[in-house]
Structures are given as structure tokens and as C-alpha cells.
Nanobody, 118 residues
Framework: QVQLVESGGGLVQPGGSLRLSCVPSRTIFNLYAMAWYRQAPGSERELVASITMTGSTNYADSVKGRFTISRDNAKNTVYLQMNSLKPEDTAVYYC????????????WGQGTQVTVSS
């Protein structure tokens, strides 16, 4: 059984930075992509950033230029560097991992709270 373990969340002032990490409890075979989602109170879960194992990335418009997603393929680990944080970035952030379509496995972390407030 694979678990995704998130870390790095916390309380930060506007304009500050945080770095989130997501580490699988064991190797995920046939991994295709990893991503970060977030969910604010009263809102649906939103895709923040994703990265394939070949390095292709996508970002939500609201975080472009401020957030950077990266990965270590050997460790199946994904990071989210969050700079110039705004109060509207406050949410629970969830890590996601997807295998290739033929394998069809999806994994989620339990979430880590990010709060941006003065």
C-alpha cells in the first residue's frame, strides 16, 4: 500500500515563501505524473501545478510566475516552491500521483495546511 506524505505547510506572511514536499512511502512503478491540488474553504479542489516524468509542466493561471513544481524521478518525489504568497493562496494542499493509463492507479496525500496571513 502506497501513501503520499506531504510536508512543508504552515503559517506565512504575505510575500513570504514555502516549499512543499511529497514523498511516497514506497516506490510507485509506472509513474506518469505528479501534481499539487488545493482546496480552500467553500471551494472545489483545484489543480495548482502538475509535472510529468518527462518534465512537462502546467500551472494554474493564478500561480504562474510565483510557484514552481519540480521532481526527482529516482525518488518519485515532487516539490512545490511557493513564492510571493498571497492570502488567497490559503488552502489545504494535496499531493497527487498517477500511473500510466494501462496501470490506472491514482494516489492522494492527506493534505497539508498553508495559511497566508499577516
Amino acid at each position: 500500500q502506497v501513501q503520499l506524505v506531504e510536508s512543508g505547510g504552515g503559517l506565512v506572511q504575505p510575500g513570504g515563501s514555502l516549499r512543499l514536499s511529497c514523498v511516497p512511502s514506497r516506490t510507485i512503478f509506472n509513474l506518469y505524473a505528479m501534481a499539487w491540488y488545493r482546496q480552500a474553504p467553500g471551494s472545489e479542489r483545484e489543480l495548482v501545478a502538475s509535472i510529468t516524468m518527462t518534465g512537462s509542466t502546467n500551472y494554474a493561471d493564478s500561480v504562474k510566475g510565483r510557484f514552481t513544481i519540480s521532481r526527482d524521478n529516482a525518488k518519485n518525489t515532487v516539490y512545490l516552491q511557493m513564492n510571493s504568497l498571497k492570502p488567497e493562496d490559503t488552502a489545504v494542499y494535496y499531493c497527487n500521483a498517477d500511473t500510466t493509463v494501462l496501470i490506472g492507479r491514482h494516489y492522494w496525500g492527506q493534505g497539508t495546511q498553508v495559511t497566508v496571513s499577516s
